[in-house]
């Protein structure tokens, strides 16, 4: 996956209508790519990662790091 194809795929992620290879292979981008990761993070979709961190039983640990994080800079 390059930077193109991980943007173009962001919105599936938070609307959760990926499947597991997909997430996968996103997760492997969004770990690997500073410049994804930051522009993840910009959104301002905070409550919808949140949302899809908390319902997933196994949420990728990565993003919940960073999402936590998040939610501390808000406090
Ligand atoms: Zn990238």
């Not at 999402?67 to 939610?71: E, G, T």
């Given at each position: 996956m390059n930077c193109v194809?991980?943007?173009a795929i962001i919105d599936s992620f938070l609307d959760k209508e990926m499947d597991d290879k997909e997430v996968a292979e996103f997760?492997?981008?969004f770990t690997s790519c500073e410049k994804c990761r930051n522009e993840l993070?910009?959104?301002d979709k905070c409550s919808r990662i949140l949302r899809y961190v908390l319902r997933d039983v196994n949420p990728p640990l990565s993003i919940k790091d960073i999402?936590?994080?998040?939610?501390d800079n808000i406090r």
């Open positions: 194809e991980f943007n997760e492997l981008h993070e910009s959104f999402v936590f994080r998040k939610i």
